[in-house]
């Protein structure tokens, strides 16, 4: 049973540039949440994904955007990359197909992308 | 808004202690979510638990046992007879899922860690 997995694990960018990171969920997983962990920092959400839209949103700017695709895996990009984008990406993945209102699935993490902006 | 504080950055015991990792968390919502993950060196987030805000019963699983009060917002971890695979960053989370979030709040809120050291 594959775990969440991500590609790539690390890339090193110049500022201004633009990255995009890849997710697959697990298997039997529809929804996909990334997170940006910073250097001895707890992960921050940045957005998730379920059935091709954007869920929910965290505090992160416009030039953090996502897409999610009919196979349910995700892709993270940033534009006009800063020096304090630097960090680990991490995606999460887990199950909403029947889940209702007030309910909070476990979620499962893959190992992140380190990217670091130079 | 929600919050989630580790206060403890950093704990280092010998093989064998016990040792409890502590999280106070806020929140506005009757209805919610808090987990813990443990986060090895390889970076890789891995779930331990999930508590709803209406089971207050403390958990045990193996040498890992969960202490759950709403009556100090606290979420307690505590490990037995540590060992040094035990070693890493301890994150605290909260999901709130209730009507004042609509019911459809998904985000995790994390605390800052806490990085356990068990020495041989």
């Known amino acids: 049973d594959a775990g969440v997995t991500q590609s790539p694990t690390h890339l090193i960018k110049t500022r201004g540039q633009q990255v995009t990171l890849r997710c697959s969920p697990k298997?039997?997983?529809?929804?996909v949440s990334w997170y940006q962990q910073a250097l001895g920092q707890g992960p921050q959400f940045i957005f998730q994904?379920?059935?091709?839209?954007?869920?929910q949103r965290g505090n992160f700017p416009d030039r953090f955007s996502g897409h999610q695709f009919p196979n349910y895996s995700s892709e993270l990009n940033v534009n006009a990359l800063l020096l304090g984008d630097s960090a680990l990406y991490l995606c999460?993945?887990?199950?909403?197909?029947?889940?209702?209102?007030?309910?909070?699935?476990?979620?499962?993490f893959g190992p992140g992308t380190r990217l670091t902006v130079t | 808004a929600q919050k989630v504080t580790q206060a403890q950055t950093e704990i280092s015991v010998v093989e064998k202690e016990d040792v409890t990792l502590d999280c106070v968390y806020e929140t506005r919502d009757t209805t919610y979510y808090l987990f813990w993950y443990k986060q090895p060196p390889s970076g890789e987030l891995v779930f331990l638990i999930r508590?709803?805000?209406?089971?207050?019963q403390n958990e045990i699983s193996g040498r890992y046992s969960w202490n759950f009060q709403k009556s100090t917002s606290s979420f307690n971890f505590t490990i037995t007879a540590s060992q040094v695979v035990d070693s890493a960053v301890y994150f605290c989370a909260l999901s709130e899922v209730g009507l004042g979030s609509g019911g459809s709040n998904y985000k995790l809120t994390f605390g800052k860690g806490t990085l356990l050291t068990v020495n041989p």
């Open positions: 999460a993945s887990s199950n909403s197909a029947g889940q209702g209102a007030y309910f909070s699935y476990e979620q499962y």
């Open positions: 994904y379920y059935e091709e839209e954007e869920r």
């Open positions: 508590r709803n805000s209406f089971d207050e």
């Open positions: 298997s039997g997983h529809d929804t």
